[in-house]
């Protein structure tokens, strides 16, 4: 579990410095940084959905995925529930900052991708030596702290003090991935998480593409297409 919280760490680092500078950030240079992020978002986003899709057992899934993932957040409605939390919030604190959204977006690039999913897994399987940050064990965990790092202060630098709590749900979510590894010995089955980083790859770009204010994707509603992939694999597995 080394890896992992060097992982959370490095986040609340990163977000209490960018936190911190922030009051201290012109509103045009907050622009900018929105910017980048934005497009930092479709880069990363892409990067993690086009490799993946290649190696695909169902090209198809994806798709499907995110049709059943949108049509279940819409009918729950999980953007306006975000809005909503999100008003009160700016209501409460006198400010207009959608910090909830940001939130959100923190999260997809934390947990979405082969480092923060393969990454706890190889922790898990291959025990580390002691402390030294070269160990093969933890090699992608601590390649994804020093992204995270970065991505961590720019976010929190546009979003605020909220951003922080992006580091237990990345905790959880990699712990989770520990341990599966640690009590069915391979992990998460390649397959799936195949199909899970097409999906998240897709959802990263719908963050940037909102982000960017081209169009608002409502990104939140389509958070329950990362549930399809793992029903589809369970359901699978158990007919199989």
Do not use: H
């Amino acid at each position: 579990m080394l890896g992992t919280i060097v992982n959370t760490c490095t986040i609340l680092i990163g977000g209490a410095f960018g936190a911190t500078v922030r009051s201290g950030i012109g509103d045009k240079y907050k622009k900018a940084l929105f910017d980048g992020l934005g497009l930092c978002c479709l880069v990363l986003g892409i990067n993690a959905a086009l490799p993946n899709m290649a190696k695909s057992e169902y090209p198809v899934l994806f798709i499907l995925s995110i049709a059943i993932g949108t049509l279940i957040g819409t009918k729950l409605d999980l953007a306006g529930r975000i809005d909503r939390m999100n008003a009160k919030l700016n209501v409460r604190n006198g400010n207009e900052n959608n910090g909830l959204q940001g939130l959100m977006t923190g999260v997809l690039l934390y947990c979405i991708g082969t480092f923060s999913i393969v990454g706890p897994v190889l922790s898990c399987l291959s025990p580390s030596q002691g402390w030294a940050f070269g160990e093969s064990a933890n090699t992608f965990l601590y390649t994804n702290s020093t992204l995270d790092l970065v991505t961590s202060a720019v976010l929190a630098a546009s979003y605020g003090w909220i951003m922080l709590l992006a580091a237990p749900i990345l905790f959880c979510w990699q712990g989770m991935f520990y341990a599966i590894a640690y009590f069915c010995g391979d992990g998460m089955p390649e397959p799936m998480r195949v199909e899970l980083s097409i999906v998240g790859g897709v959802l990263i770009v719908s963050s940037g593409i909102s982000i960017l204010g081209i169009k608002d994707c409502k990104t939140v509603n389509l958070l329950p297409s990362l549930l399809i992939p793992i029903l589809f694999y369970l359901v699978k597995a158990i007919i199989s």
